[in-house]
């Protein structure tokens, strides 16, 4: 298949992969953010009624996932070796630091993306709060996440740890987002001051959702 052999195949597929995993995003915050309604349980207990619906996604956005890694590292390989040095040097002088090293906030955010899932979906890590545990239920019997969240998000090592990984995420997002326009050809030098603005507003967006919640926690404005 085309996609797969040519380089203008492999970074459609990291565009496509890309804006999926940013639809994601997107969606999860939006759930997150209920936290401060105080809605969350409510939340976990509606999207949980429709267990095959959340498998489903699941089970999507694995190979979304895997594969966009998978693309990224053979790219920035290949690329590698096909461009001489002055060339890259020359390339530097307009490339942006989050551009630069994409590759490496990618690598850093498949570690916290899986420690993340060890977190709040597995529920390894600080096991003593997960919600999933017959003491930590509610008052109306559900899965106490607000619980598991503002307990978890209490301890400062956790809440920096979080706050970091996702100033990675904003860093891989304000560079992935123009590569998507692009990807798909819609760069030029008239377009693009228009999607560098679009992918910084769009990381900025991101990075301060998620991260206020551990912040609000940490500052005591969201408690148990």
Known sequence: MWLFKSVVGKKII??????????????HLAGNMTIFSGWINAYGEHLHAFPLMVWAARA???PIFLLHVFMGIHLT???????????VMKQNLRATFSGRTMIWTGLVLLGFILYHLLHFSFQII???FAAN????????????VFKMIVSGFQQIPLAGLYVVGLIVLGLHLRHGVQSVFQSIGLNSEKSLPVFDRISIVGS?????GYASIPVAIFLGWISL
């Open 60 to 62: 999507a956005l694995i």
């Open 77 to 87: 390989l290949q690329n590698n070796n096909a461009r001489p040095q002055a060339y």
């Open 133 to 144: 545990l017959p003491a930590n239920k509610d008052a109306l019997g559900r899965p106490d």
């Open 126 to 128: 600080y096991p003593e």
């Open 204 to 208: 900025v967006v991101i990075l301060i």
């Open 14 to 27: 990291m565009a496509v992969t890309g804006i999926l995993m940013f639809i994601f995003v997107l969606i």
